[in-house]
């Protein structure tokens, strides 16, 4: 538990944080048969600097193999392409969204929007930091 007493151990406990709650997404889309890698693309798949660009592709392929994505090359630039959700990709992107709102709101009912605000202050001083 992070406390005022001990500042220096919000990383660890951020660390442990994510583990769980990954493991939590992880269980609550069992059916789904993705590890949390994964589940996290197809949540961000708009934002994929969510996810460091060496493991990237490795997920790419992954999602591709089980019919999640698509990947066309870019008509505009032939060198890049363009990665677009499969139906069945969409609804695993909006479970996976689902799940994700739906533990964050059972985590945030105990918690004041003071609380919230400078759990947020943390999160961007440590983003910072870590530049």
Known sequence: MISAK???SAILA???ATHATLHA???RLADLDLPAADI???ANLAD???TRPSTLPSL???LTGRGFIVRETDLADRRSFVIRLTPAGRAAAERAAAAITDLERQALA???PAERAGFHA???ALTEVSR
């Open 14 to 16: 951020l660390h442990r």
């Open 110 to 112: 105990a918690v004041t």
């Open 122 to 124: 943390l999160l961007d």
């Open 6 to 8: 001990d500042p220096g």
């Open 25 to 27: 997404l992880t269980t």
């Open 60 to 62: 790419l392929d992954r």
């Open 40 to 42: 996290n693309v197809l």
């Open 48 to 50: 994929a600097s969510a």
